[in-house]
């Protein structure tokens, strides 16, 4: 059956595929950390549904909210009217928001998918501030439909101007930390002030708190402050994408938190549909120039997905998942920078919370700037992620180079899975680096 299917489907879908071309597997069943495929292996998933799965596969918490809906005999498609399943998913998800927000905010559930929630943010702040052009980063990634694309570096008519999104390990100004930071920061205020600079008086600024496609990229608490104190400055609405950071992934339930800003706008999917497809945009209710009907879409009202989202989010908060996410995933980043000790392909560590990165270079090439890192070496990494999938471990890739391996796992992993996953890793690099 494992064979056959993955023959058929390799035939069958479009040759955009790309988690299954890596992966060749067909999952039949899954609790937690574990799937287990139609070839009976066993793997331990730190892929999560990209980052979806807070709680990991089939949760109990998540299945018995989700059979209450379907055992109540509520409608399952009621596009956006009120209900109670939407009632409740609201009221946990006010719960959640940061301070600044929570009591000012208001939600547009859009739908189904991270993309769109992005692209209604985009919209919401071109709505609101009657300008047009967007400010977005190097590197960054908010989706694949056309705003969002823009502001990822694809091409739309959406006018995007790029600015520095700064990092340690290869910094664009060839300083990494807070001197880094500082100059992009810079960098930014000069574009913003220099009429001639061609930027268009923009409707919004969004941001990733850490990049995740981009290659694991946390931002600094200081920039993300900067870029706060410059929006606000010039009356900028600030969006954060938190479709991958959010729901206690970084260690805190909004990446945000962690400098103690307070965007205008959040934008957020993935694991607050506790493994189902939902995407909202939450923001300041100022904004909410929208006329009835400015914003619509068929599938705004998944109850399935509100309920497994609630009940998620409900979860995270009551078991201080976040707070656990923050210790784990320090721990776990300090045993892998181990490896970077051990190995000179392993060019870096980083991270915040549960959300990991190895970055794998070629140390026998010259750095393309003086004492500066080795180049990014795609290659191992594909070499990596294979040799783990080998070990029975599902790791994603990610980067500007695709050489960084992702580990996403849920934020219910235990310490003993979590030590597999590491060792695992670790082989995997091992073998890789013979
Ligand atoms: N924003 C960020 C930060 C993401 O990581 C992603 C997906 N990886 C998206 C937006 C797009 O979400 P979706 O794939 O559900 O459209």
């Not at 955009?16 to 069943?29: D, F, G, N, S």
């Not at 402050?225 to 994408?241: F, G, Q, V």
């Not at 070499?383 to 796992?409: D, F, H, K, M, T």
């Amino acid at each position: 059956a494992h064979e056959g299917i993955l023959r058929r489907q390799a035939a069958r879908e479009s040759a955009a595929r790309t988690y299954a071309r890596a992966l060749p597997i067909v999952p039949v069943r899954a609790r937690g950390l574990t799937i287990e495929g139609a070839d009976g292996n066993r793997y331990l998933d730190c892929l999560s549904g990209a980052g979806t799965l807070a709680l990991g596969h089939n949760h109990p918490v998540v299945l018995e909210a989700i059979r209450k809906v379907l055992d109540s005999g509520a409608p399952l498609q009621v596009l956006d009217l009120a209900t109670p399943v939407k009632d409740a998913f609201t009221t946990e998800l006010f719960r959640t928001l940061p301070p600044g927000l929570a009591d000012h905010a208001r939600v547009q559930f859009c739908g189904p998918a991270g993309t769109d929630a992005v692209e209604a943010a985009l919209k919401l702040v071109r709505a609101a501030t009657g300008r047009s052009g967007i400010l977005a980063f190097a590197g960054a990634y908010h989706g694949m439909t056309a705003g969002a694309l823009a502001a990822s570096g694809g091409a739309s008519d959406v006018r995007v101007a790029r600015l520095p999104y700064p990092q340690d390990y290869r910094c664009p100004f060839g300083v990494g930390g807070e001197p880094g930071a500082e100059l992009a920061a810079r960098w930014t205020e000069s574009i913003l002030d220099d009429t001639k600079s061609g930027v268009p008086s923009p409707a919004g600024m969004i941001l990733e708190p850490v990049q995740g496609e981009g290659g694991v990229i946390p931002a600094r608490d200081d920039w993300m402050r900067r870029m706060r104190e410059i929006t606000s400055a010039r009356s900028i609405p600030l969006i954060a994408d938190e479709v991958q950071t959010g729901v206690g992934r970084t260690g805190a339930f909004w990446a945000v938190e962690h400098s103690g800003i307070t965007p205008d706008v959040m934008v957020l999917s993935k694991a607050i549909g506790g493994s189902l497809p939902l995407a909202v945009v939450v923001y300041r209710e100022d904004l909410d120039v929208w006329e009835p009907g400015a914003h619509a879409g068929t599938f705004r009202g998944n109850q399935l997905a509100m309920a497994a989202g609630a009940a998620t989010l409900a979860y995270v908060r009551e078991n201080g998942l976040a707070e656990r996410a923050a210790t784990l995933g320090t721990r776990m980043i300090a045993q892998l920078q181990c490896l970077a000790d051990d190995f000179d392909c392993v060019g870096d560590v980083r991270g915040r919370g549960l959300m990991i990165g190895v970055e794998l270079v070629d140390p026998e090439k010259p750095p393309s700037s003086p004492g500066g890192p080795s180049p990014a070496a795609p290659e191992l990494a594909a070499a990596v992620q294979r040799e783990c999938l080998r070990r029975g471990l599902i790791v994603e890739l990610g980067g500007r180079n695709s050489s960084v391996v992702r580990l996403l796992p849920p934020l219910t992993i235990s310490d003993e899975q979590a030590s597999a996953v590491l060792n695992r890793l670790a082989d995997a690099v091992a073998d890789v680096a013979k």
